[in-house]
């Protein structure tokens, strides 16, 4: 008696061919729900810097609204921004919006005289 002989094909089946609607509607639902929680979690994120209140130190009556003298930078470099604070420049250094940056007073500046 002869043995039978098992046969292999190499070509894909019928449902890898043509994904059922059901599959189909499971990926596409995955999808959306992806891209949702990353979008969701960008605006998260992002919208904190605009709504947070300014957290400034308390004001005295004293106002010195005078514009700062700006210094800009190439990109990737910190900015620095200076101005007189009675016979004191004070200069502030800063990186976009970033929560970092330093300050310096340069005391006494011939400058800052008037």
Do not use: Q
């Not at 039978?4 to 189909?24: F, M």
């Amino acid at each position: 008696m002869p043995a039978a002989h098992k046969t292999t094909t190499t070509e894909p089946s019928a449902t890898t061919l043509h994904p059922t609607p059901r599959s189909r509607r499971n990926r596409r639902l995955a999808i959306g729900g992806a891209i949702a929680a990353t979008v969701a979690l960008t605006l998260a994120g992002c919208g904190a810097k605009y709504t947070e209140p300014f957290k400034d130190a308390p004001r005295s009556g004293k106002d010195n609204g005078a514009p700062m003298d700006l210094i800009r930078m190439a990109d990737g470099f910190s900015n620095v921004g200076s101005k007189c604070d009675g016979p004191n420049r004070v200069y502030v250094v800063y990186h976009g919006d970033n929560k970092y940056g330093s300050l310096a007073v340069v005391a006494n500046d011939p400058r800052c005289t008037k």
